[in-house]
Nanobody
């Protein structure tokens, strides 16, 4: 029912920028959280940034000051603006949606971000 479609990944040089987008479709209602996780080879999947339906945000320490998460509730879309990218940001980035009332989490397909030195 609920689907998340990501776009915007790619290859960028260190110091550059990318913007990821994730559009959600389906039965999205009530309080929810949208955000981004990432997973690098051999590492645990980690939370990068998230934003609630009330626009409260949280960021991983490693991206604070460089990344900005935002959302457009009318479009059910979440964005991740990534600036000053570093090689250690290289990972597969996954969009996620948590609908709190039913405690259900949904995931996008993942998009590769590669930062070259």
């Amino acid at each position: 029912q609920v689907q998340l479609v990501e776009s915007g990944g790619g290859l960028v040089q260190a110091g550059g920028s990318l913007r990821l987008s994730c559009a959600a479709t389906g039965s999205i209602f009530g309080a929810n959280v949208m955000g981004w996780y990432r997973q690098a080879p051999g590492k645990q999947r980690e939370l990068v940034a998230q934003i609630t339906s009330g626009y409260s945000t949280n960021y991983a320490d490693s991206v604070t000051g460089r990344f900005t998460v935002s959302r457009d509730n009318a479009k059910n879309t979440v964005y991740l603006q990534m600036n000053s990218l570093k090689p250690e940001d290289t990972a597969v980035y996954y969009c996620t949606l948590l609908i709190k009332s039913i405690n259900s989490r949904y995931w996008g397909q993942g998009t590769q971000v590669t930062v070259s030195s």
